[in-house]
């Protein structure tokens, strides 16, 4: 199948050999890439060109502006019958608004939460898909090559792709508070704990073992006082939305 990919950063270039490695022809776009198949949507789309088959383009770039006008370009570009598919960290709404413009044209939407990280390329990825059931069976072969098993699911119609991606991420943001909260409660005791070694152990049989507190224990190892990592991240959305729509539907007070 062949796809254009829109974005070739640390996930968008990734998920682009994940694909060709199960025998997917991607054609990639990247304006800050030199060795991009394609520079702008202009000349991506040309080169999407198949015998009858609907043209799809998945987007990788930052929610919100850059999203909105990638869309809107390949709203100009694409025909009846193709399709698009936003693969980055976008507010549901925004995503239920570009379904609704491109239907206008005819064109398919699909809204693909993606999680997986720079391990994805070796792991696979776990795929929240939103949509129409028929744009998902034109993108099925997509997803069962970048997908683990068992790592898909379609959740819904537009739009509730990227709620569960929000949610998501909103568990994730609470679990590593939680972790981080543990372990400086155990630096903090005057026990001699081994806190390294406490959080190990809870890897393996412990209910609070998570592929998360893997990767803290072996940045841990690698760097103890975690020297290397900044104090702070990027507020990429999810995390507020989460909390907006916990207040907004009433979930503290069930």
């Known amino acids: 199948m062949k796809l254009g990919m829109i974005g070739l950063g640390k996930m968008g270039g990734n998920m682009a050999e994940r694909l060709r490695r199960h025998g997917h022809t991607v ?3 990247d304006p800050g890439l030199p060795a991009a198949d394609a520079h702008s949507i202009e000349e991506l789309v040309p080169l999407l060109a198949t015998d009858g088959q609907p043209r799809v383009a998945w987007a990788m770039v930052p929610a919100g502006q850059i999203t909105d006008d990638t869309i809107d370009k390949l709203a100009e570009q694409l025909g009846s019958g193709d ?6 960290n976008s507010n549901y709404v925004d995503s239920m608004r570009h379904a609704a413009a491109l239907a206008d044209k005819g064109i398919g939407f699909i809204d693909c939460g993606t999680s997986g990280g720079v391990w994805g390329l070796e792991n696979g990825y776990c795929l929240m ?15 069962d090559a970048l997908a683990p098993e068992g790592g898909y699911a379609h959740v819904g119609p537009a739009g509730t792709g990227h709620y569960v991606k929000m949610v998501h991420n909103g568990i994730e943001y609470g ?10 409660i155990l630096e903090a005791s005057d026990l001699e704990i081994d806190s390294l070694g406490a959080f190990g152990a809870w890897r393996e049989g412990s ?3 998570s592929w998360l507190l893997e990767l ?8 103890p006082r975690l020297t290397k990592i900044r104090g702070v991240a990027a507020d990429s959305g999810e995390g507020r939305w ?4 916990a207040v907004r539907n009433g979930v503290p007070r069930r």
């Open 27 to 29: 054609v990639g776009m």
């Open 242 to 245: 989460t909390v907006n729509e």
């Open 216 to 223: 803290l224990v072996k940045s841990l190892e690698d760097d």
């Open 207 to 209: 209910v609070v073992r």
């Open 175 to 184: 679990l590593m508070q939680a972790y981080a909260e543990g372990y400086a």
């Open 129 to 143: 898909v939103g949509g129409d059931r028929e744009f998902v069976a034109i993108a099925q072969p997509l997803f």
């Open 83 to 88: 399709l698009v598919i936003d693969g980055g």
